[in-house]
């Protein structure tokens, strides 16, 4: 591309040219002109918000006044080790020597809840991806959007459907009277940490099945016919070549259902009644109508570390990052 | 020849994609131990072939036997094959070790037994050290050979090569080539060896079949496909080859007079059977097999003028391009450039005399 000399383009300033020229000549600069809209909109809504989470988890709440003056009492409220005088919290036959245990509890509840729910997500996903990509020939794309049809709908409104499936009079205690089976409603169908997790995976099923199937799709065939070839039979090639090969997507799936549902507080609000709630419950009422918006913040954050620690941990564990480097 | 000599026995197979027959009711036998090329251009149903003996596709009628087994109920896990692909399929999350001993498996070898034979496996595709290595850590060739040998431990019957040597540049493949050979030497294994590459299934192969629309059309070894292919096709796909048509005139004594219109009448040797009298044929001639000259030779060639059209530059040869009237395609001349000459072109236009010995060209059914 010839270079225009000063002044033969009309509407040029000279230090426009120049600029222009400094532009074409620093490539990250270019980079972060194009990328700034994304970078305000991050600033704004992500950064901004978790600066002030961070903040004020460090003041105190005295009823209706906020105390600025920065202290780690809200942290210490949370894991403050149980007195002599207080009653030890017990949780799966485990006990917990907190003073306020219900925090710590809910919190491993929550994770153990979602990690149920993401397993759950998996091995439902896992089988329609790999029909998706090995078994659709034609129209796959309509294939996939019929999949995803029923997510289509609000989540919330999902949610209610599986309230009227799991309850008293829902479908499948109806169902079963009718057939006779059965003479009273179930009653451990609804409002419990299982209901829970049957909606949540449910809700999200839809969100795992397109990494595993990208990760699926991308497998070179070949490579599944070597494996055959070498001996192997369709189960232990799947074990050997395909699973391995998928594991990215199935790990991308994972920590896209466990992330978010870990602070899920609508499905358990619904769905879970007393014994089903969630931390996300407990945050919620603690910004609310318990008006203790520090310990709030503190506890997001504790709530934020965790995760980020647990998938730090397993993204460690499964070798993310040489399984990267080989198979993308 | 008996049926202990045959390792592959290929009966009437045919292998129709809806309307396309991509193998078109084959048959023929593959030799224990040899070295036997599939050659064609590519959609000429020769991968298919191969995939068929490998069991990853079914023929849709007929029979394939290896070593005396019927095949057609028998998965690909379960062959004595194994196959060496296009794309080398090496499993990209395991390393070169891994890779080798992957068909080890369902051998239930001990850990020390398996990593002798991957041991020796290196040393046979000249790899010690590098069974640490992942795919993404080795070159073209290297991944070929590393395919090589993951194949080769399994010990088949029947090594199954697929185009192995396409995705690699000039020299490395003719590398490759002679350690190919060494290497089928040295196992002893039947190798079927699929390629579109016709210098290199010359170099390569005890027998070639060249095939085209799903048909094999002769199978021989180099010497006599170069020298005595049995159709247009087979002449024109391997090598260059000039077509001069012709009716048969008399017979005697092995040679025949070709009447080749304006050009008057052509000698040429009889192979085999003779033609009838009044049968159109093709006189086909190679290009180094052509003498080009200024005068007109003596009478006891066959000649013909024509003008030098265009000249192509080969470094070791030159092709002349001579029109000659009559013939839709200019003929081919192949000449060495003994001497050093900086130009070649200087004889665009000019006149020449082309001639043969009457044994040099063959004759084929027009």
Known sequence: MA?????QRLGWTASGDQWNRWLRRHEWARGYLLMSPTILVMLAMLVAPIVALVVMSFWTQHVLEIDRTPTLANYWHLIEPAGPDDETAYWLGIPFPF??????????????????????VILLA????????????????IWLMAITLPFWTSYLLRVFAWKLMLGFGGVINSGLMKLGLIDQPLEFLLYNPIAVVITLAHAWVAFAILPIYVSLEKIDRSLLEAASDLGDRAITRFFRVTLPLSAPGVIASSLLVFIPTVGDYVTPTLVGGPTGIMIGNSIQSLFGKMNEIPLGSALSLVMMLSVTLIVCLFLWAVGYRKMQRSIA | MTQGDNIISIQSVSKHFGPVKAVDDTSFNIKRGEFFSLLGPSGCGKTTLLRILAGFELPTSGEVTIDGQPMSTVPPHARPTNMVFQSYAIFPHLNVRENIAYGLRKRRLGKAETARIVEQALELI?????????????????????????????????LLLDEPLGALDKKLREEMQIELRQIQRTVGITFVFVTH???????????IAVMSRGKVLQI?????LYEAPNCREVAEFIGTMNILPGTIGEVSHGRANVAAGTHGAFEARTDGSAPRPGTPVL????????????ERPGLSVNSLAGKVGAVAYFGDRSHFYVDVEGCEKPLAVALQNGERRLDGSDLVGKPVWLSWEPDSAVLLPA
């Open chain 1, 3 to 7: 270079v225009a000399e000063p002044g």
């Open chain 1, 99 to 120: 003073k306020r245990a219900v925090y710590i509890v809910l919190l491993l509840k929550s994770i153990l809840m979602s990690f149920t729910a993401t397993v759950a």
């Open chain 1, 126 to 141: 896992y089988p329609m991806a790999y029909f998706l990509a090995f078994r659709v020939k034609q129209h796959k794309m």
């Open chain 2, 126 to 158: 000249k790899m010690p050290g590098y069974g640490e290595r992942r795919s993404d850590q080795l070159s073209g060739g290297q991944r070929q050979r590393v395919a090589l040998a993951r194949a080769l431990v399994c010990q088949p019957k029947v």
């Open chain 2, 197 to 207: 590459d016709q210098e290199e299934a010359l170099t390569l192969s005890d027998r």
């Open chain 2, 220 to 224: 021989d070894h180099s010497t006599r």
């Open chain 2, 283 to 294: 006189i086909a001639i190679r290009p180094e097999k052509l003498q080009m000259s200024w």
